[in-house]
């Protein structure tokens, strides 16, 4: 599936994972200044060291954290998850440096370094890169948890331990090529953490189900991925996936939730109203290459292959669901039916009263915004129908004028506010 990669996305947790190790190596280098491998450290270097190295890890997590949101302003969506993140990664990264730093000891003295005098290099290269790749792993757990996702967290280890891995194997040969300067350590912090921000980004994107491409809009061009059960679209903040700039975007203008193995899109706006494919939907089923529109906003729902099967596609611009079995046309038998603008039938019940509106729980589900959600009924009596509005917002009409109830008869044209059908016996 071509584009299943998003760039974007990569790019910004790229330059955050980046970004991260490069401010982190402030406090790094302040509390390395001075010192070496060799040489006795008291308490208070250790602790200033192992301090240090911890919030170089919170400041990666933090702003890989807020990179989530793909946003360069700094909003209050951006401010939380950084700042989330940057606490949750300090408290699980204390323990993690300190225990990733035993482990680096241990593999030098088995090296031969110790107290005055160097082992071998590559005994260095062993220590940096297991030690710095299991403090990633741990870092890419505490972004994970940081947003409160099972799958994410599992992206997060995945991520962590491969840039871990790399930043901890090629460190110590920028340094050598370096120098082992101030310079060379800056290149290494941060290119340790672009390593990390990377690589928990690529597992992101190669290991999600679903996503939205916006097509048409002012974010033309994003792409959102779909990894909760249940995923917001709108204009509030608030929303997993937030459409800005267009008035007629509601607040929480629509909901896609994942049901068993596939994906349902639900429309939550009263006026302006959700179109799958074209067609105006109070619930639909997505599958992919399904078209969504929200306003001015065009968007295109994709799905990995093999993740999700389809169990349906709208099939006129009016209703959303096929009647109830009860309510089923066959075309060859001559009860009494509604014709909508599109040329399908729908019978009416004739043991219980054919209730029309846009909520589910209508025997006839109409999705037009001038459509009240229980609108109107039509009921069997004495041999014939009848037609009540049961108080809709925009009325009820026969042969163009309002009614509240009505007998019906062949050929007359009823409209649930701008919804036109025509009734047959």
Same mark, same amino acid.
């Given at each position: 599936?071509?584009?299943?990669?998003?760039?974007?996305?990569?790019?910004?947790?790229?330059?955050?994972?980046?970004?991260?190790?490069?401010?982190?190596?402030?406090?790094? #280098?302040?509390?390395?200044?001075?010192?070496?491998?060799?040489?006795?450290?008291?308490?208070?270097?250790?602790?200033?060291?192992?301090?240090?190295?911890?919030?170089?890890?919170?400041?990666?997590?933090?702003?890989?954290?807020?990179?989530?949101?793909?946003?360069?302003?700094?909003?209050?969506?951006?401010?939380?998850?950084?700042?989330?993140?940057?606490?949750?990664?300090?408290?699980?990264?204390?323990?993690?440096?300190?225990?990733?730093?035993?482990?680096?000891?241990?593999?030098?003295?088995?090296?031969?370094?110790?107290?005055?005098?160097?082992?071998?290099?590559?005994?260095?290269?062993?220590?940096?890169?297991?030690?710095?790749?299991?403090?990633?792993?741990?870092?890419?757990?505490?972004?994970?948890?940081?947003?409160?996702?099972?799958?994410?967290?599992?992206?997060?280890?995945?991520?962590?331990?491969?840039?871990?891995?790399?930043?901890?194997?090629?460190?110590?040969?920028?340094?050598?090529?370096?120098?082992?300067?101030?310079?060379?350590?800056?290149?290494?912090?941060?290119?340790?953490?672009?390593?990390?921000?990377?690589?928990?980004?690529?597992?992101?994107?190669? =290991?999600?189900?679903?996503?939205?491409?916006?097509?048409?809009?002012?974010?033309?061009?994003?792409?959102?991925?779909?990894?909760?059960?249940?995923?917001?679209?709108?204009?509030? #903040? #608030?929303?997993?996936?937030?459409?800005?700039?267009?008035?007629?975007?509601?607040?929480?203008?629509?909901?896609?939730?994942?049901?068993?193995?596939?994906? #349902?899109?639900?429309?939550?706006?009263?006026?302006?109203?959700? =179109?799958?494919?074209?067609?105006?939907?109070?619930?639909?089923?997505?599958?992919?290459?399904?078209?969504?529109?929200?306003?001015?906003?065009?968007?295109?729902?994709?799905?990995?292959?093999?993740?999700?099967?389809?169990?349906?596609?709208?099939?006129?611009?009016?209703?959303?669901?096929?009647?109830?079995?009860?309510?089923?046309?066959?075309?060859?038998?001559?009860?009494?039916?509604?014709?909508?603008?599109?040329?399908?039938?729908?019978?009416?019940?004739?043991?219980?009263? =054919?209730?029309?509106?846009?909520?589910?729980?209508?025997?006839?589900?109409?999705?037009?915004?001038?459509?009240?959600?229980?609108?109107?009924?039509?009921?069997?009596?004495?041999?014939?129908?009848?037609?009540?509005?049961?108080?809709?917002?925009?009325?009820?009409?026969?042969?163009?004028?309002?009614?509240?109830?009505?007998?019906?008869?062949?050929?007359?044209?009823?409209?649930?506010?701008?919804?036109?059908?025509?009734?047959?016996?």
């Amino acid at each position: 599936m071509s584009g299943s990669i998003d760039r974007r996305h990569l790019f910004f947790m790229a330059i955050a994972g980046l970004a991260g190790g490069a401010i982190g190596w402030i406090p790094v #280098e302040l509390a390395a200044s001075g010192h070496s491998l060799t040489q006795v450290q008291s308490s208070w270097s250790q602790f200033a060291g192992l301090v240090s190295m911890a919030l170089m890890w919170a400041l990666i997590g933090g702003l890989i954290l807020a990179a989530e949101s793909h946003e360069l302003a700094i909003t209050p969506r951006t401010s939380r998850n950084f700042l989330r993140g940057f606490i949750i990664c300090f408290v699980i990264g204390l323990p993690a440096v300190y225990y990733a730093n035993v482990i680096f000891t241990a593999i030098l003295v088995a090296g031969g370094w110790g107290v005055g005098h160097t082992g071998a290099f590559a005994w260095l290269v062993m220590a940096r890169t297991i030690g710095w790749a299991l403090t990633g792993l741990t870092l890419g757990i505490a972004v994970g948890l940081s947003s409160f996702s099972i799958r994410k967290t599992i992206q997060g280890a995945i991520g962590g331990w491969v840039g871990g891995f790399l930043g901890g194997f090629l460190f110590d040969f920028i340094n050598l090529g370096g120098g082992g300067g101030t310079t060379s350590r800056l290149i290494g912090l941060s290119l340790l953490g672009l390593a990390i921000g990377l690589a928990i980004g690529l597992v992101q994107e190669l =290991t999600k189900d679903a996503w939205l491409v916006v097509e048409a809009g002012r974010l033309s061009g994003r792409q959102f991925r779909l990894e909760r059960q249940t995923v917001t679209l709108g204009r509030a #903040e #608030e929303n997993t996936v937030g459409l800005f700039g267009d008035p007629r975007v509601q607040a929480r203008h629509a909901i896609i939730t994942r049901r068993g193995d596939g994906w #349902e899109i639900k429309n939550l706006a009263v006026q302006a109203g959700t =179109t799958v494919n074209g067609h105006l939907i109070e619930t639909s089923p997505l599958a992919d290459g399904d078209q969504i529109g929200i306003g001015d906003y065009v968007l295109r729902f994709h799905v990995r292959q093999g993740a999700a099967a389809r169990v349906g596609r709208p099939d006129s611009p009016a209703f959303i669901h096929s009647p109830r079995p009860e309510t089923a046309v066959s075309s060859g038998l001559p009860q009494p039916h509604l014709i909508d603008s599109s040329g399908k039938r729908y019978a009416l019940r004739s043991d219980a009263p =054919t209730r029309l509106g846009r909520a589910l729980d209508n025997d006839i589900v109409v999705s037009h915004p001038s459509v009240s959600r229980h609108h109107a009924e039509i009921a069997a009596s004495d041999g014939s129908y009848v037609l009540r509005d049961m108080q809709s917002q925009n009325g009820t009409f026969l042969d163009g004028r309002p009614v509240t109830e009505a007998r019906i008869n062949d050929g007359d044209t009823i409209a649930l506010g701008d919804a036109p059908f025509t009734f047959h016996a």
